[in-house]
């Protein structure tokens, strides 16, 4: 049985479509959500819903019961993130699950991204917890800078502050593929790896500006802002005040390379190239 923590969101929602077109049978899949009623398309499909929330820790340990692997999807709850992930390690350990998988970022023990600091004490408390585990490190998504391009057609112009930063991200779903992958493999096989995942090409945002100009047919450029004015920019417009600090932040550190890697691990593990960024983009143009 594998459980899937986080399944109602974007990424855990993928990793159970990727699991099930690989053949894995619904009944072997549980489906951890904060709030099953959001789940019930998954339940259809004749996937297991288990209530889990890593704030009640008490629920993790009903989610996990007869778990064989378990996937820890990143809490998205900044600040919060390494004691909730501390809570799923410690029911996973007490299920006695054969292998636990986590979703990182890209090299996270040397990264100076600040969303960084909490994955590298989530590994650091795996690493800790005699548990057998692997980590997903997964690079940067696609759709991360997909979200910017309605204000930027509105605006006519697209702003950062990565410089000329190579980003070698790839799409939502390779990453879940990717999960799936690992997830279906022998857990012996798996556990101790770490898996440093990225796309390619890497692009820059200047880059991406002028492929949204020729899709668009109107000409946006890439302005590089400074990190603090760029997130007053953000804050500006509605962004929650960490959030805006993380974007401002993860470009600045993009600009110095952080955000960019090899594809060879994403390839080898989903047996083909990851999504094309400029695919994505004329896609959500399309749409």
Known sequence: MIVITGATGQLGRLVIQSLLERGASPA???AAVRQP????????????VRQADYEQPETLETAFAGAEKVLLISSSELGRRAAQHRAVIDAARAAGVA????????????????????HRETEAMLAASGLPHVVLRNGWYTEN?????????????????????RIASAARADYAAAAAAVLLAP?????????????APAWTLAEFAA???????????????????????????????????????????ASRGALDGSD????????????????QLAAALSA
């Open 187 to 199: 857990a012996a096989e798996q556990a101790g790896r770490v898996h440093e995942l990225a796309g």
């Open 211 to 253: 492929e949204l100009s020729r899709l668009s047919g109107r000409g946006i450029p890439y302005q590089d802002l400074p990190p603090a004015e760029y997130q007053g920019i953000l804050a500006g417009a509605g962004l929650p005040g960490p959030l805006a600090e993380l974007l401002a932040d993860s470009d600045a550190c």
């Open 28 to 30: 072997s899949l549980v």
């Open 37 to 48: 009623a959001r789940a019930a398309d998954l339940a259809a499909l004749g996937v297991q």
């Open 145 to 165: 800078y997909l979200a910017s391009v309605p204000a930027a057609l509105q605006h006519g112009v697209l702003l950062g502050s990565a410089g000329a930063g």
């Open 99 to 118: 292998l636990l998988a986590y979703t990182s970022v890209l090299r996270a023990d040397t990264s100076e991204l600040g969303l960084a600091g909490e």
């Open 264 to 279: 060879a691990a994403l390839r080898a593990l989903i047996g083909r190239p990851a999504t094309l960024w400029t695919a």
